[in-house]
């Protein structure tokens, strides 16, 4: 997707809509006594397994756009990175990357997050070269994110900032000659810091209790009941304490976002961060069972780990809201 790509637009005025499912492919819609449903979400999932890497892509329907995306690894284990959530016009594409030692089979889940098109003008920023920033138009406001990382590189972070005009895209090193690519998708709104009077952009923050256990989750929610479910845009951060004892602390390369995940009703996102699988004893997201992808996607179970060492660490989850302008 180029910068500056147009996207279209969307409809304050909806209809309540029932959910719907699929085994593989999901695209979820939400009742609302009363109150007209900010978004559709629609989801999708890739081949469940060994295959490396692997992407999939949740498209809107017909006469929307998208506004926001997510993604997640399912028994990734520590063992898989989620690589790319890449927004586009009416879909978004999401890819996962095995490391070489990942034996059990695994899949990535897609999200989009999306809106009826009413012809207002919203646009796809990418992040200039030598930039991991990608900035929103000066007259628009952030709704969604993405990133696109190269081969082999864990994400430490994905951030929109607390004003609504760019979100940054984190990693604890750089390929030579490949270099991470942050995506804003942005609508019409009020960011924080304008003037103007009416209800304006609002970034929701999470974070985890400090710890050295695998995996750290978090779940972002909206402030207020009486809030549209309109949950749009995802992030995630790891922040690791660094050791008083240790005088030339190095960025920790074992730690990694493998979960940004809107739910259906739009009212909360999950973000999950686990440490790199490996030879000793840890913990990691399960999300499924070697025969398959289960319904526990959230449940625990014992997992290697490479590093004998246990940092201090957290995660921070993020979430932007399109209708709190």
Known sequence: ??????LGTSNRSRCAVAAAAAVVAVAATLVLPGAAHAAYRHRAESGYDTTSPKSVTATCGADEVLIGAGGRIRNGNGGVRLAAIVPGATSVEVRGEAYPDHAEPWSVIAAAVCESDDGTARVVEVSPAGSQTASCPADL????????????????????????ASVTVRTAFHRIGASPVAYAVCVEGIRASWPEDGLRYKRFTTTSPVG???PRTV??????EWEFPSMSGVGGEITVLPDPADPFPISRTDLFIDAM????????????????AGTETGRSVRGGTPAGPSAADDELRPVPRYLTDDPKWMVTGYSTDHDIY
């Open 1 to 6: 997707m180029s910068r500056g790509t147009t």
């Open 141 to 164: 406001v952030l709704s969604g994110t993405g990133f696109d990382l190269p081969a082999g590189v864990p994400l430490a972070g994905l951030v929109p900032d607390a004003d609504g």
């Open 212 to 214: 050295t256990s695998s």
């Open 219 to 224: 779940t972002v929610q909206r402030e207020w």
């Open 261 to 276: 995940m809107p739910n259906d009703d739009g009212t909360r996102v999950t973000v999950a961060a686990v440490q790199r």
